[in-house]
């Protein structure tokens, strides 16, 4: 049974830091490229960050490019968002995301239950 279990999350205040984490078991993690979604209230999820298998390449959404930075460690089968100056606009529950492609268009996709970052003075 894969799972995927984020931690981290918490309140901070405008320009504080935190650090995400997910731990993966349950799948071959380093064949998945692993991605941080962020849903906030009344909009849609969107993708904040995602790293290949081999932590090789990263991507970013412009809004958090500087400021946050994607990691995975696939001796711990886990993936890391460290967020830095923190905005309330960057409040949200935040996802972890493990996708496998294998070929012909197919592809299995993991979620996590989310981790709630809220962004207050």
């Known amino acids: 049974q894969v799972q995927l279990v984020e931690s981290g999350g918490g309140l901070v205040q405008p320009g504080g830091s935190l650090r995400l984490s997910c731990a993966a078991s349950?799948?071959?993690?380093?064949?998945?490229?692993m991605s941080w979604y962020r849903q906030a209230p009344g909009k849609e999820r969107e993708l904040v960050a995602g790293?290949?298998?081999?932590?090789?390449?990263?991507n970013y959404l412009d809004s958090v490019k500087g400021r946050f930075t994607i990691s995975r460690d696939n001796s711990k089968n886990t993936v890391y968002l460290q967020m830095n100056s923190l905005k309330p606009e960057d409040a949200a529950v935040y996802y972890c995301?493990?996708?496998?492609?294998w070929g012909s268009g197919i592809a299995t996709i993991y979620w996590g239950q989310g981790t709630q970052v809220t962004v207050s003075l």
């Open positions: 349950g799948l071959a993690f380093s064949s998945n490229a």
């Open positions: 790293i290949t298998g081999a932590g090789d390449s990263t």
């Open positions: 995301n493990a996708r496998r492609e």
